[in-house]
């Protein structure tokens, strides 16, 4: 099992309201990974956890706030976001942070469909 | 300096043609990996394969096949006779130098397979 489960799938918020987005695994990885991907862009790394502290912020703005509660959990926290933050916002997981393992394959989820109005 | 090139911005064929996407990875570094994602319409990045820069034996996986050379630098993937379903983005991501974590994403590769 390989799944990594994004909620909500879709999301629409105007520039004043505050949202969460969840990531959630079950394949005890203890690295987790927020990136963001913008239309017919690649995605790019906003933030990466690694037993459950955050290990990089990718000089993401504050209205971005990440949060890891568990080893199998990550939120990313919205606040006060700008219509140039629309975009596809995927979770990832992998065994570790550490390259040479074998097998250490960043999983995907679905995304979340995010639309500032 | 690393860079990774993915020259084919969109590939269009006809079911059932082979199709070779490119991807180039300029590094310095000795060590390395080697990463093929897939992007259907619905969103998910579903991976599709790992290399190791020491390993150049190239892989088959059924209709999937890998080439990968490392004296030109080049990692290129081979779809046999394409189906509908293999509509996507492809993306080829690196990942450059002991103990690092972050996939550094070509721009892909948008293959569309016609009926």
């Known amino acids: 099992d390989t799944e990594v489960t994004q909620t909500p799938k879709h999301l629409v918020m105007g520039m004043t309201n505050k949202k969460s987005l969840k990531c959630e695994q079950h394949?005890?990885?203890?690295?987790m990974y927020w990136y963001k991907q913008k239309a017919k862009k690649p995605p790019e790394l906003m933030f990466v956890?690694?037993?459950?502290?955050?290990?990089i912020n990718e000089s993401v703005p504050s209205r971005f706030s990440p949060e890891c509660p568990n080893s199998s959990l990550l939120n990313l926290h919205l606040h006060a976001l700008q219509p140039e933050d629309s975009a596809l916002y995927l979770c990832?997981?992998?065994?570790?942070?550490?390259?040479?393992?074998?097998?250490?394959?960043?999983?995907f989820g679905a995304g979340t469909r995010l639309s500032v109005l | 300096a690393q860079k990774v090139t993915q020259a084919q911005t969109e590939i269009s064929v006809v079911e059932k043609e082979d199709v070779t996407l490119d991807c180039v990875y300029e590094?310095?570094?000795?060590?390395?990996?080697l990463f093929w994602y897939k992007q259907p319409p619905s969103g998910e990045l579903v991976f599709l394969i790992r290399?190791?820069?020491?390993?150049?034996q190239n892989e088959i996986s059924g209709r999937y096949s890998w080439n990968f050379q490392k004296s030109t630098s080049s990692f290129n993937f081979t779809i046999t006779a394409s189906q509908v379903v293999d509509s996507a983005v492809y993306f080829c991501?690196?990942?450059?130098?002991?103990?690092?974590?972050?996939?550094?994403f070509g721009k892909g590769t948008k293959l569309s397979v016609i009926p």
């Open positions: 290399r190791n820069s020491f390993d150049e």
């Open positions: 590094t310095r570094d000795t060590t390395y990996y």
């Open positions: 991501a690196p990942l450059s130098g002991a103990g690092s974590y972050q996939l550094t």
């Open positions: 990832a997981s992998s065994l570790t942070l550490i390259t040479g393992v074998a097998k250490n394959i960043q999983y």
């Open positions: 394949m005890g990885h203890r690295a």
């Open positions: 956890y690694s037993y459950e502290k955050l290990s």
